[in-house]
Every structure is written in structure tokens, then in C-alpha cells.
């Protein structure tokens, strides 16, 4: 049997707890595919959307009359696309045939087959833009300049790269690579093929991959293109890729920050957004790329970026910038830490750099107050004691991640607090909680939603498993009596609880 454990995200659950009191009345002109009939109606459209959710599902009644004005607006215009629906609560077979964990899950089928998972935006709008995007052919032949002048002079190239590329005819495995790297990053990025090596100004007839720049968002001191000069290997043209797109100081937002990773990745966040004040927010770039330039150490340590304030609330709440408004702000993220620069001058901001290169910078954690009491069996862990407690080399630890506001952590606490009141003798075993809302998390442990759970092991704290078991007293309890570094006292390690001796 599946199991499917339900979890809060921030983004949704107060949406969630509002619409478990509606009844699900979307009429839906879409079709619903049985497990008896999808591997046949799959097939009918070449490009096929679909939707795996269950009728009591928040989320799913949130999205579904996206989905379904999704579908119209492209039955309407389209004859080579398709979106459907499964009900997983009555189709549980071909649900778990693809790995249906969580609802909604949606699944993008070509001629049948499974090829991606939808990554894009839960809206009409983005599962629209998504859906003509990916019925596209993932590269364009290009047979003559004017065709790549008029690719670069699109409104899709103002905001996203365009890599194109000559490939030898004799290099087939370099053009599949290309391909490949070209589907997985459809939805960030315009691929084409130069049928001629004179379209790129080839000279020797070599192969040559060239990315443009978005025309929209470029610095007048960045170069409007750049041409790969490593190895034909996945990795490296996507690193390439990732690397270069947006210039030294890339204009990161939501819909792009996949290309600025948070590992070594240096933010200016300003209240000026490139919509509003493109001028103002040029001239302060090109500012900051003469101040890094100067410092010539950090260009192959950092990466650089530059984010409108309102577009990330979020995280300048985590770095404690909360009522400012002395822009710009300056943050850096490396290896799961972030680094705040407390007041920005372009001296300051140097020697922000000088002391990242030299490790003397100190991390910025967001903590609640270290609590002066512990009121239950389970230790209530924050930030500043995550270390000395989760980490304690003498126990075994039992941590749950939770949020205040959610629902299903609220359900588990109580069994959670139970579980460790039976437990509480045990001389090697610890269980705790974190507000995982109020403090920061370090790696490895990944939370996505709530409550998450891992047990850190005494003898290995640096391999946390996470727990997927059941909710309930018995589950937990099984659980950590199976996974205790030495077999607990009370219980076998089946969780059976050891008869006393008289």
C-alpha cells in the first residue's frame, strides 16, 4: 500500500485549512483518465499535462480551476496539447506506477511517455506558458543570420539567454548532449542549432557554443555574449550556462534565481526594481562590477547578484533586515551560513570582501532566546543549542522541525510528547523539537514543509536519516527502538516493550 504523508508548506496551509471546508464543485470539462484507459488516451495528443490529486486534497482544489481554465484556453488554440486528470483515490494503481507520493503531482507525457515533472508557476497563466513552451521543438534550426537576428530580437531573449551552437556534423554525440541540455533547461533558456558555421562567424569550421545575454537586463559593461571554451561534457556546458547568463552582476529574481546558486552567492538588494527604474538600476550595477573588478580575488570565489527588496521579503526577514531602509543591503550566502554586511559603503563592502576571502566573517543566525527551563520530555532545541544538543556525541536524537501555524504538526505533537514520556529513561536516547520557523536550520538536514522529523544517530551525526513512518505513539516508538544505536532498555528492537523483572 502507498503511504502518502501530508505536510504544511508556508505558502499554502492557511489557504489549505480555509478550503478543507468547501466542497471540491469545480465542474471540469477535462478528461479523467482511469488506470484501464490512460496508457491508451496518454497517447491521443502528442503532449499530454496531467494531474494526479485526491478529491479532499487543499492543495488540489486550490489549483484545479487553474488547471482546468489552463486546459480551455489551450483546447481553443491548440490541437497538439492536452491536459487531464486522475482521481488517485479511486485510480490508486496507475498512480503508484508513477511514483504519486503527494497530491497534487503533475506529470508532462510526450507521445505517451513520461518526461518531466512540472516545474513551472501553479497558475493558468504559468501552466499555459509551460505547456506551449514544452510542445515546442527544444531546438531551433537557424539557416541564416536574419533568423538568429530575429531570435535575439524576441521578447522571450530580453528576459531569458540564448545559446546557440555550430556543430560539426561529425560531432552527433556533442548534438545529443546539446539536446539533452537544451530540454532540461527549456524553461529557462532559447536553444538553437546554426545549420552554417557562418552564422556564429565560425572561421575554422569548429564547433562553437555562444550564449546571449538577455538584451533586457544587461549591464553596458557586461558583454552581450560569450563563447564555451571547456570540455563537451553536461556538466560543464550547464555550469557554463549557469555561470555566464546574466553578466557579473546578474539582475536575480524569482523567475531566474535557479541560475544564482546560494553556494558562495553574493546579494545587493536595493527598493528600485529594473521595471521601475531600469537606468537606476544600471548605474548602481555597473558601480558594484568596478568595485568587484578591483578586488579581483572574489571573481572566481563569488558569485554576484542583484535583487529588487520586495521580490525577497523572505529573505532579508531570515538575515534580520527587518525594518531598514538604508538600501543597499548586503548579504552572502556559502555553504548554508549567510553573512550580512551591517551598514553598505563601497569601503565597507570591500573589506566585506577582504574578510570572506580571509574566513574572518561571521555568520548571521536567526534564534529564538535560549530557553531558560525545559517544561517536557521533549527539549525544546533553538538555533544557539542546535549544536551542543542535536549533536551531542552521548545520545541518540529524535528531532522534529515544525511551524507554529500547522495543522498536522499540531495533530503530531501530542503523540510526539507522549512518545518521549515513554521513552524518558532511556539513558541514550533525547527527543526535541525546533521551530523551524524561528531559527535556522543547518545542513544536512533539508525541511521543506512540516513537521519533518530526522534521527541523528550518537555514533554517525553527520548522516541524519529522515523519518517517513507513521503517525502515530506505537510508529514512533517502533521506530526509534529499531534505529537506537544500542537496544533500548525498555523496548526490542521490534519495539515490544521488555517484560520488568521481579
Same mark, same amino acid.
Given at each position: 500500500?502507498?503511504?502518502?504523508? &501530508?505536510?504544511?508548506?508556508?505558502?499554502?496551509?492557511?489557504?489549505?485549512?480555509?478550503?478543507?471546508?468547501?466542497?471540491?464543485?469545480?465542474?471540469?470539462?477535462?478528461?479523467?483518465?482511469?488506470? *484501464?484507459?490512460?496508457?491508451?488516451?496518454?497517447?491521443?495528443?502528442?503532449?499530454?499535462?496531467?494531474?494526479?490529486?485526491?478529491? /479532499?486534497?487543499?492543495?488540489?482544489?486550490?489549483?484545479?480551476?487553474?488547471?482546468?481554465?489552463?486546459?480551455?484556453?489551450?483546447?481553443?488554440?491548440?490541437?497538439?496539447?492536452?491536459?487531464?486528470?486522475?482521481?488517485?483515490?479511486?485510480?490508486?494503481?496507475?498512480?503508484?506506477?508513477?511514483?504519486?507520493?503527494?497530491?497534487?503531482?503533475?506529470?508532462?507525457?510526450?507521445?505517451?511517455?513520461?518526461?518531466? *515533472?512540472?516545474? #513551472?508557476?501553479?497558475?493558468?497563466?504559468?501552466?499555459?506558458? &509551460?505547456?506551449?513552451?514544452?510542445?515546442?521543438?527544444?531546438?531551433?534550426d537557424i539557416s541564416d543570420a536574419k533568423q538568429l537576428a530575429d531570435?535575439?530580437?524576441?521578447?522571450?531573449?530580453?528576459?531569458?539567454?540564448?545559446?546557440?551552437?555550430?556543430?560539426?556534423?561529425? +560531432?552527433?554525440?556533442?548534438?545529443?548532449?546539446?539536446?539533452?541540455?537544451?530540454?532540461?533547461?527549456?524553461? *529557462?533558456?532559447?536553444?538553437?542549432?546554426?545549420q552554417v558555421p557562418s552564422i556564429l562567424e565560425v572561421v575554422d569550421?569548429?564547433?562553437?557554443? +555562444?550564449?546571449?545575454?538577455?538584451?533586457?537586463?544587461?549591464?553596458?559593461?557586461?558583454?552581450?555574449?560569450?563563447?564555451?571554451? #571547456?570540455? /563537451?561534457?553536461?556538466?560543464?556546458?550547464?555550469?557554463?550556462?549557469?555561470?555566464?547568463?546574466?553578466?557579473?552582476? #546578474?539582475?536575480?529574481?524569482?523567475?531566474?534565481?535557479?541560475?544564482?546558486?546560494?553556494?558562495?552567492?553574493?546579494?545587493?538588494?536595493?527598493?528600485?526594481?529594473?521595471?521601475?527604474?531600469?537606468?537606476?538600476?544600471?548605474?548602481? +550595477?555597473?558601480?558594484?562590477?568596478?568595485?568587484?573588478?578591483?578586488?579581483?580575488?572574489?571573481?572566481?570565489?563569488?558569485?554576484?547578484?542583484?535583487? &529588487?527588496?520586495?521580490?525577497?521579503?523572505?529573505?532579508?526577514?531570515?538575515? #534580520?533586515?527587518?525594518?531598514?531602509?538604508?538600501?543597499?543591503?548586503?548579504?552572502?550566502?556559502?555553504?548554508?551560513?549567510?553573512?550580512?554586511?551591517?551598514?553598505?559603503?563601497?569601503?565597507?563592502?570591500?573589506?566585506?570582501?577582504?574578510?570572506?576571502?580571509?574566513?574572518?566573517?561571521?555568520?548571521?543566525?536567526?534564534?529564538?532566546?535560549?530557553?531558560?527551563?525545559?517544561?517536557?520530555?521533549?527539549?525544546?532545541?533553538?538555533?544557539?543549542?542546535?549544536?551542543?544538543?542535536?549533536?551531542?556525541?552521548?545520545? *541518540?536524537?529524535?528531532?522534529?522541525?515544525?511551524?507554529? /501555524?500547522?495543522?498536522?504538526?499540531?495533530?503530531?505533537?501530542?503523540?510526539?510528547?507522549?512518545?518521549?514520556?515513554?521513552?524518558?529513561?532511556?539513558?541514550?536516547?533525547?527527543?526535541?523539537?525546533?521551530?523551524?520557523?524561528?531559527?535556522?536550520?543547518?545542513?544536512?538536514?533539508?525541511?521543506?514543509?512540516y513537521p519533518t522529523l530526522y534521527f541523528v544517530p550518537k555514533l554517525?551525526?553527520?548522516?541524519?536519516?529522515?523519518?517517513?513512518?507513521?503517525?502515530?505513539?506505537?510508529?514512533?516508538?517502533?521506530?526509534?527502538? +529499531?534505529?537506537?544505536?544500542?537496544?533500548?532498555?525498555? &523496548?526490542?528492537?521490534?519495539?515490544?516493550?521488555?517484560?520488568?523483572?521481579?
Amino acid at each position: 500500500m502507498r503511504t502518502v504523508h &501530508y505536510m504544511c508548506h508556508a505558502q499554502t496551509c492557511g489557504m489549505l485549512i480555509f478550503l478543507l471546508f468547501l466542497p471540491f464543485v469545480v465542474c471540469s470539462d477535462l478528461p479523467e483518465f482511469t488506470t *484501464d484507459d490512460f496508457n491508451v488516451r496518454v497517447k491521443d495528443k502528442p503532449n499530454t499535462l496531467v494531474m494526479f490529486y485526491a478529491p /479532499w486534497c487543499g492543495h488540489c482544489k486550490k489549483l484545479k480551476p487553474s488547471f482546468i481554465a489552463a486546459g480551455k484556453r489551450l483546447a481553443a488554440t491548440t490541437d497538439n496539447i492536452a491536459l487531464a486528470l486522475v482521481d488517485c483515490t479511486t485510480q490508486e494503481a496507475i498512480c503508484t506506477e508513477f511514483g504519486v507520493r503527494g497530491y497534487p503531482t503533475i506529470k508532462l507525457f510526450k507521445d505517451g511517455k513520461h518526461v518531466h *515533472d512540472f516545474d #513551472g508557476a501553479r497558475d493558468e497563466e504559468g501552466i499555459v506558458t &509551460y505547456m506551449i513552451k514544452r510542445s515546442k521543438p527544444v531546438l531551433r534550426d537557424i539557416s541564416d543570420a536574419k533568423q538568429l537576428a530575429d531570435m535575439l530580437e524576441s521578447s522571450e531573449a530580453g528576459k531569458q539567454p540564448v545559446i546557440v551552437a555550430y556543430i560539426e556534423s561529425s +560531432r552527433k554525440e556533442w548534438l545529443e548532449l546539446f539536446k539533452e541540455l537544451a530540454s532540461e533547461l527549456l524553461m *529557462d533558456a532559447s536553444f538553437a542549432q546554426a545549420q552554417v558555421p557562418s552564422i556564429l562567424e565560425v572561421v575554422d569550421g569548429k564547433s562553437l557554443v +555562444r550564449l546571449y545575454r538577455p538584451k533586457d537586463m544587461l549591464s553596458k559593461l557586461d558583454k552581450s555574449s560569450v563563447d564555451f571554451d #571547456g570540455e /563537451w561534457t553536461n556538466e560543464a556546458l550547464k555550469d557554463w550556462i549557469f555561470k555566464n547568463s546574466y553578466g557579473l552582476v #546578474g539582475y536575480r529574481m524569482p523567475e531566474n534565481e535557479k541560475f544564482f546558486s546560494k553556494n558562495n552567492l553574493l546579494v545587493f538588494y536595493h527598493n528600485v526594481s529594473l521595471d521601475s527604474h531600469a537606468k537606476g538600476v544600471n548605474y548602481f +550595477r555597473n558601480r558594484l562590477i568596478k568595485l568587484i573588478q578591483s578586488t579581483e580575488d572574489v571573481l572566481t570565489e563569488l558569485t554576484f547578484a542583484y535583487s &529588487y527588496s520586495d521580490d525577497y521579503l523572505h529573505e532579508l526577514n531570515e538575515l #534580520g533586515f527587518t525594518s531598514t531602509k538604508d538600501y543597499p543591503l548586503v548579504a552572502l550566502f556559502s555553504h548554508g551560513k549567510k553573512y550580512k554586511l551591517e551598514k553598505y559603503t563601497p569601503e565597507s563592502f570591500v573589506e566585506f570582501l577582504k574578510n570572506f576571502l580571509t574566513g574572518s566573517l561571521v555568520p548571521h543566525i536567526k534564534s529564538e532566546e535560549i530557553p531558560t527551563e525545559q517544561k517536557s520530555a521533549v527539549v525544546k532545541v533553538v538555533a544557539h543549542t542546535f549544536d551542543s544538543v542535536v549533536n551531542d556525541p552521548s545520545k *541518540d536524537v529524535f528531532v522534529i522541525f515544525h511551524a507554529p /501555524w500547522c495543522g498536522h504538526c499540531k495533530q503530531l505533537m501530542p503523540k510526539f510528547e507522549t512518545a518521549a514520556e515513554k521513552l524518558k529513561d532511556e539513558p541514550d536516547i533525547l527527543f526535541a523539537a525546533v521551530d523551524a520557523t524561528a531559527n535556522d536550520i543547518p545542513e544536512p538536514f533539508a525541511v521543506h514543509g512540516y513537521p519533518t522529523l530526522y534521527f541523528v544517530p550518537k555514533l554517525n551525526k553527520g548522516a541524519p536519516k529522515q523519518y517517513e513512518g507513521g503517525r502515530e505513539v506505537d510508529d514512533l516508538i517502533n521506530f526509534v527502538a +529499531r534505529e537506537s544505536s544500542h537496544e533500548l532498555r525498555g &523496548y526490542d528492537r521490534k519495539g515490544v516493550e521488555k517484560k520488568s523483572e521481579l
